[in-house]
């Protein structure tokens, strides 16, 4: 069998020399030579290549050999390269992982996401921005918690400047809700005067034993009508029982200003009023508002009582003089419901207005309109309120009024200087007017006695002969009763209370 050359040499190239000198000489001289003739050629092949590749892979042209140099440019034709551009490999990050440029810039754009639009970009920014709002707003409320309780545990001392400046805003807020809080219970006031006996008023007639003593000229008339709490949203929407509102007329045979600076007198109040036994001033709101405590005596069965009322007074252009009251609470002097031996029963003054004028008829006398509701508290039955109030309406106001009319006609002269040097020395802020002001009634007891009032409008006429305006005062007398014409006087001017009140707030 004849062998090809070829797969002869691979297959002796398989095995050591030693084998192979065994195959060749067990093959025979034939097989010995052709075997010898290949070694040969395969030997001078192998040495004539060396050369070339050592002078290839030290430099190129190092000898000068023809045939070497033509060796080189035969190898560096066979071995040449192709160009490949580095820094593109480089640039597509797979370089040093074997990864083709092509493959990655494939997979890169494949795995581009779309970019949002500037819609959403706004969207989440504000969204971000709300958020961080609202973190701030917590972190401003813990920061502030944090120091008023360091300010209390007395660790750091509060700015004072910071402190003043809240105080005066609270303030000033408290006084404007106070002076609307006024207006409101002098707008109710106006309207129990011009309701009529058609409305549920009754007349109330002076006690017969009594009537010679404290009302023979009938100047003074009133009337009666029970009605829920009238304190508007401040009222107790739990509360359904009815209390005794009443509204008197009287006319003082003495000058306006000579009864309002009898009134606001303190020493002057036991005179004329012996319900309030005990009083005192709880906070001011403002010159002319404020808080006061008094407390009753025992009435008939009705244990002493005790009240915490807001108190308000302001002058009309015509120089008319309006006291409003109504009751609130106050943390200094908590309320206790139930009668107890050693203490007073919570009473309240529901809602009341007191307006004090120029009589029509005659400029020398003054005209007082009272108008009052309140609640005798401690959870009194029904029909032992209405026992009380008959026997008390028939002789209380009557002898009120007659008391001050008797006091302010004897003490005449002392009132009037007491009044003009008031106006003397006054040093109050245009819009306030120095006239002492005050009254006392069962349910407060309030005194300014060095003035402080909202002028309406203006100068108020101290004098007779200083009026230019026509007064506005309720008549007496009639068993219908006449409403306060104040918003006729407003309307004429042009100017209301609002106004006046809005502008002199004082701190």
Same mark, same amino acid.
């Given at each position: 069998?004849?062998?090809?050359?070829?797969?002869?040499?691979?297959?002796?190239?398989?095995?050591?020399?030693? =084998?192979?000198?065994?195959?060749?000489?067990?093959?025979?001289?034939?097989?010995?030579?052709?075997?010898?003739?290949?070694?040969?050629?395969?030997?001078?092949?192998?040495?004539?290549?060396?050369?070339?590749?050592?002078?290839?892979?030290?430099?190129?042209?190092?000898?000068?050999? &023809?045939?070497?140099?033509? =060796?080189?440019?035969?190898?560096?034709?066979?071995?040449?390269?192709?160009?490949?551009?580095?820094?593109?490999?480089?640039?597509?990050?797979?370089?040093?992982?074997?990864?083709?440029?092509?493959?990655?810039?494939?997979?890169?754009?494949?795995?581009?996401?779309?970019?949002?639009?500037?819609?959403?970009?706004?969207?989440?920014?504000?969204?971000?921005?709300?958020?961080?709002?609202?973190?701030?707003?917590?972190?401003?409320?813990?920061?502030?918690?944090?120091?008023?309780?360091? @300010?209390?545990?007395?660790? @750091?001392?509060?700015?004072?400047?910071?402190? &003043?400046?809240?105080?005066?805003?609270?303030?000033?807020?408290?006084?404007?809700?106070?002076? #609307?809080?006024? %207006?409101?219970?002098? #707008?109710?006031?106006?309207?129990?005067?011009?309701?009529?006996?058609?409305?549920?008023?009754?007349?109330?007639?002076?006690?017969?034993?009594?009537?010679?003593?404290?009302?023979?000229?009938?100047?003074?008339?009133?009337?009666?009508?029970?009605? %829920?709490?009238?304190?508007?949203?401040? *009222?107790?929407?739990?509360?359904?029982?009815?209390? /005794?509102?009443?509204?008197?007329?009287?006319?003082?045979?003495?000058?306006?200003?000579?009864?309002?600076?009898?009134?606001?007198?303190?020493? =002057?109040?036991?005179?004329? &009023?012996?319900?309030?036994?005990?009083?005192?001033?709880?906070?001011?709101?403002?010159?002319?508002? #404020?808080?006061?405590?008094?407390?009753?005596?025992?009435?008939?069965?009705?244990? /002493?009582?005790?009240?915490?009322?807001?108190?308000?007074?302001?002058?009309?252009?015509?120089?008319?003089?309006?006291?409003?009251?109504?009751?609130?609470?106050?943390?200094?002097?908590?309320?206790?419901?139930?009668?107890?031996?050693?203490?007073?029963?919570? *009473?309240?003054?529901?809602?009341?207005?007191?307006?004090?004028?120029?009589?029509?008829?005659? /400029?020398?006398?003054?005209?007082?309109?009272?108008?009052?509701?309140?609640?005798?508290?401690?959870?009194?039955?029904?029909?032992?309120?209405?026992?009380?109030?008959?026997?008390?309406?028939?002789?209380?106001?009557?002898?009120?009024?007659?008391?001050?009319? *008797?006091?302010?006609?004897?003490?005449?002269?002392?009132?009037?200087?007491?009044?003009?040097? =008031?106006?003397?020395?006054?040093?109050?802020?245009?819009?306030?007017?120095?006239?002492?002001?005050?009254?006392?009634?069962?349910?407060?007891?309030?005194?300014?006695?060095?003035?402080?009032?909202?002028?309406?409008?203006?100068?108020?006429?101290?004098? &007779?002969?200083?009026?230019?305006?026509?007064?506005?005062?309720?008549?007496?007398?009639?068993?219908?009763?006449?409403?306060?014409?104040?918003?006729?006087?407003?309307?004429?001017?042009?100017?209301?209370?609002?106004?006046?009140?809005?502008?002199?707030?004082?701190?």
């Amino acid at each position: 069998m004849t062998i090809p050359k070829r797969e002869l040499f691979l297959l002796l190239s398989l095995f050591s020399t030693s =084998a192979t000198n065994y195959v060749c000489s067990a093959s025979g001289p034939s097989f010995s030579h052709l075997v010898q003739g290949i070694s040969r050629r395969g030997q001078a092949a192998l040495t004539r290549s060396i050369p070339a590749l050592s002078v290839y892979d030290v430099r190129e042209g190092i000898s000068s050999t &023809n045939t070497l140099e033509v =060796a080189v440019k035969r190898k560096k034709r066979k071995l040449a390269l192709p160009k490949v551009d580095i820094a593109s490999h480089l640039d597509g990050g797979g370089f040093y992982y074997g990864i083709a440029p092509k493959t990655l810039s494939e997979v890169s754009r494949s795995s581009e996401t779309q970019r949002p639009s500037l819609s959403d970009s706004m969207f989440e920014a504000l969204e971000e921005l709300r958020i961080l709002r609202q973190e701030m707003e917590t972190m401003r409320k813990e920061m502030q918690t944090l120091k008023r309780k360091m @300010i209390i545990d007395g660790e @750091i001392e509060e700015d004072s400047e910071e402190a &003043n400046a809240r105080a005066l805003m609270a303030r000033r807020r408290r006084q404007k809700e106070y002076e #609307k809080l006024a %207006k409101e219970i002098e #707008k109710w006031a106006q309207t129990m005067l011009q309701e009529s006996e058609e409305d549920g008023w009754k007349e109330v007639t002076c006690n017969k034993m009594m009537q010679k003593s404290l009302n023979p000229t009938g100047r003074t008339t009133a009337y009666m009508k029970w009605m %829920k709490d009238s304190r508007g949203d401040k *009222a107790d929407v739990n509360d359904s029982t009815e209390y /005794p509102c009443i509204k008197c007329y009287s006319t003082i045979d003495a000058p306006l200003e000579d009864v309002c600076t009898y009134l606001s007198q303190e020493s =002057a109040s036991s005179e004329y &009023n012996d319900l309030v036994v005990k009083y005192k001033d709880v906070e001011d709101i403002s010159p002319n508002a #404020k808080i006061c405590w008094s407390q009753s005596p025992q009435i008939l069965f009705l244990k /002493p009582r005790d009240f915490v009322t807001f108190c308000h007074h302001r002058w009309k252009r015509d120089g008319t003089e309006v006291i409003l009251n109504q009751a609130c609470d106050h943390p200094d002097f908590p309320a206790t419901m139930q009668e107890k031996v050693g203490k007073a029963c919570r *009473a309240y003054a529901i809602r009341g207005a007191n307006f004090l004028s120029r009589c029509p008829e005659d /400029p020398e006398k003054t005209t007082i309109t009272i108008v009052a509701h309140a609640n005798p508290g401690g959870n009194v039955p029904q029909w032992a309120a209405k026992t009380a109030v008959n026997a008390l309406a028939p002789i209380e106001p009557f002898k009120l009024f007659h008391k001050i009319n *008797a006091n302010v006609q004897r003490s005449r002269p002392q009132l009037r200087q007491r009044l003009q040097e =008031a106006e003397m020395v006054s040093t109050l802020p245009s819009g306030r007017s120095p006239r002492p002001a005050g009254m006392a009634q069962l349910g407060y007891a309030c005194f300014w006695p060095n003035g402080g009032g909202i002028k309406e409008g203006g100068t108020i006429p101290f004098s &007779n002969s200083e009026e230019s305006e026509e007064s506005s005062s309720p008549s007496q007398g009639s068993k219908v009763s006449q409403p306060v014409n104040s918003e006729a006087a407003e309307s004429a001017d042009g100017d209301s209370s609002g106004s006046s009140t809005d502008d002199h707030v004082e701190s």
